[in-house]
């Protein structure tokens, strides 16, 4: 994904905007523990995180917050 390094946490208040967002690809970006913010969109159902700077404490806070999300890590 060409240009995706200058993805940050900073995307992250753009995508809470989109409620109804049930997939979301942030691998191979900066994003990071901005997407803690997350757990806001209650129709998230599929977090992609691979390459990204999303930490271990972050993938908790969002598994917590929605039973139903698959989170890909590896």
């Not at 209650?42 to 917590?64: A, K, Q």
Request: aromatic share 4%; no cysteine.
């Amino acid at each position: 994904m060409q240009g995706a390094t200058a993805i940050t946490d900073e995307i992250v208040p753009t995508l809470l905007k989109m409620k109804s967002l049930a997939r979301l690809n942030v691998g191979g970006t900066q994003v990071g523990d901005g997407a803690a913010q997350l757990t806001e969109l209650p129709n998230l159902i599929y977090l992609n995180i691979v390459n990204s700077r999303v930490g271990f404490d972050v993938v908790d806070t969002l598994s917590s917050a929605n039973e139903n999300l698959e989170i890909v890590e590896y």
